[in-house]
């Protein structure tokens, strides 16, 4: 009887540890996305102070170009009062805005003296380096976010994760349709490009080995040109070999037997 008490205590006290292990865990992973989040969420807030500085330093140039800067301050405010909510609503609000940019910066190519601008220059790479750390933390991020709900899924740290409330993480990602967008490719013509003139197509029954045939006599005109090469006419092209002389119609050719 006495062994079976300390046999039942032994498996409560195991099972608590468990517990404790588990829920420990799962507290520290949260903690863990939390931050991982945080240090996004700076990298944010420094692009949406880059923002209205590069926007400026480019309307200075190309003020035509006004609908382009409406759009990206339009879609910049969006964001910035996305600031309270979900991972997913962040991630299409940073999505829209990132291509706005995206449009933005195609605008500037057909300005010269803007690219060459120092301050432009420097508010580029500031701007690049921000989307760097960005996309860093995000992988980061999703990468938490990945480990935290399949245990919230698995068993029996759902388990766990049911009784106490554990619920699942969004992931932030950021909708990029230029990146997801699949190339175009033809296969028209084989070896031939968009723009180009397609190689010229053998005449039916034709046959080609890919090596230089000599000219036969009689196929071909003196000076005939083919391939870049030009092919001299030989002496006394047209007529029989003085040795060999020429067969007759209906009689086999000398062979020389």
Known sequence: MTAVIIVIVALVVILAIALIVSYNRFVKQRNLIQESWRQIDVELHRRYDLIPNLVETVRAYAAHERHVFEEVARLRTQAVGAEGATPEQRAAAEGQLSGALRQMM????????????????????????????????????????????????????????????????????????????????????????????????????????????????????????????????????????????????????????
């Not at 899924?153 to 990146?179: C, M, Q, R, T, W």
């Open 106 to 257: 195609i605008s500037v190519e057909a300005y010269p003296q803007l690219q060459s601008n120092q301050n432009f220059l420097g508010l580029q790479r500031e701007l690049t380096d921000t989307e760097d750390r960005i996309a860093a933390g995000r992988r980061f991020y999703n990468a938490n976010v990945g480990d935290y709900n399949t245990r919230i899924e698995a068993f029996p740290s759902n388990l766990i994760a049911s009784s106490f409330k554990f619920e699942k993480a969004g992931y932030f990602e950021v909708k990029d349709e230029s990146v997801r967008a699949v190339p175009q490719v033809s296969f028209g013509t084989i070896g031939s490009v968009d723009g180009e003139q397609a190689p010229p197509q053998m005449p039916a029954g034709g046959h080609s080995s890919g090596q230089i045939q000599p000219p036969l006599p009689g196929d071909q005109q003196p000076g005939y040109q083919q391939g870049g090469y030009q092919q001299l006419p030989p002496q006394n092209q047209g007529q029989p070999p003085a040795a060999a002389p020429r067969p007759q119609d209906g009689q086999p050719p000398f062979t020389g037997a």
